[in-house]
T-cell receptor, first 114, second 116 residues
Framework: DAGVIQSPRHEVTEMGQEVTLRCKPI?????LFWYRQTMMRGLELLIYFNNNVPIDDSGMPEDRFSAKMPNASFSTLKIQPSEPRDSAVYFC????????????FGDGTRLSIL | AQSVTQPDIHITVSEGASLELRCNYS??????LFWYVQSPGQGLQLLLKYFSGDTLVQGIKGFEAEFKRSQSSFNLRKPSVHWSDAAEYFCAVGVLAGAGSYQLTFGKGTKLSVIP
């Protein structure tokens, strides 16, 4: 079975550019989570969706960050404009069912903003 | 608000030795607890979880963890470490949120090195 698929795996771009990260959750999973991982702050939850609806975006650092989930099989995290401090590994995870369930993680996108 | 503390940033053990990674949580209600492992360049893989019932839970790769409510702990153990266990380990607490959803709060992780 396919796991959570993220693209691209690596992204290097110059500050000021728009960055779009993509995620395909596991088929049948109805919750989707975006995380950011840095050495300084560890794993931080940015936003999560339930049945394609954003439930909590309080972890989104600022207005430069936005996330969408147009359908059950696709989500994007966009940074515009990007800044060097956005450099991190961004993970997408999905889970199924109601209540607390294990989250399944993708392999992440390593983002470097020069 | 919930929180997770992993007191050890880095642990080194010899191959074949036993392992215990510490995790303490803070949460006002019954916690849902998880251990994940992350190998370099990869995402997090679920090792085991505690929802209710038996406080000693078995996971994959020979790992187990024990939930101790009185100590607010959920320590991860393995009786004999293999070189392939070298990775970073994350403890997490799951909390129910709105609209039937939930979120995980992770500790900062413990990096495990294994020496031959």
């Amino acid at each position: 079975d396919a796991g959570v698929i993220q693209s691209p795996r690596h992204e290097v771009t110059e500050m000021g550019q728009e960055v779009t990260l993509r995620c395909k959750p596991i088929s049948g999973h109805n919750s989707l989570f975006w995380y950011r991982q840095t050495m300084m702050r560890g794993l931080e939850l940015l936003i999560y969706f339930n049945n394609n609806v954003p439930i909590d975006d309080s972890g989104m650092p600022e207005d430069r960050f936005s996330a969408k989930m147009p359908n059950a099989s696709f989500s994007t995290l966009k940074i515009q404009p990007s800044e060097p401090r956005d450099s991190a590994v961004y993970f997408c995870a999905s889970s199924t069912g109601q209540g607390v369930r294990p989250q399944h993680f993708g392999d992440g996108t390593r983002l470097s903003i020069l | 608000a919930q929180s997770v503390t992993q007191p050890d940033i880095h642990i080194t053990v010899s191959e074949g030795a036993s392992l215990e990674l510490r995790c303490n949580y803070s949460y006002g209600a019954t916690p849902y607890l998880f251990w994940y492992v992350q190998s370099p360049g990869q995402g997090l893989q679920l090792l085991l979880k505690y929802f209710s019932g038996d406080t000693l839970v078995q996971g994959i790769k020979g790992f187990e963890a024990e939930f101790k409510r009185s100590q607010s702990s959920f320590n991860l153990r393995k009786p004999s470490v293999h070189w392939s266990d070298a990775a970073e380990y994350f403890c997490a607490v799951g909390v129910l949120a709105g609209a039937g959803s939930y979120q995980l709060t992770f500790g900062k992780g413990t990096k495990l090195s294994v020496i031959p």
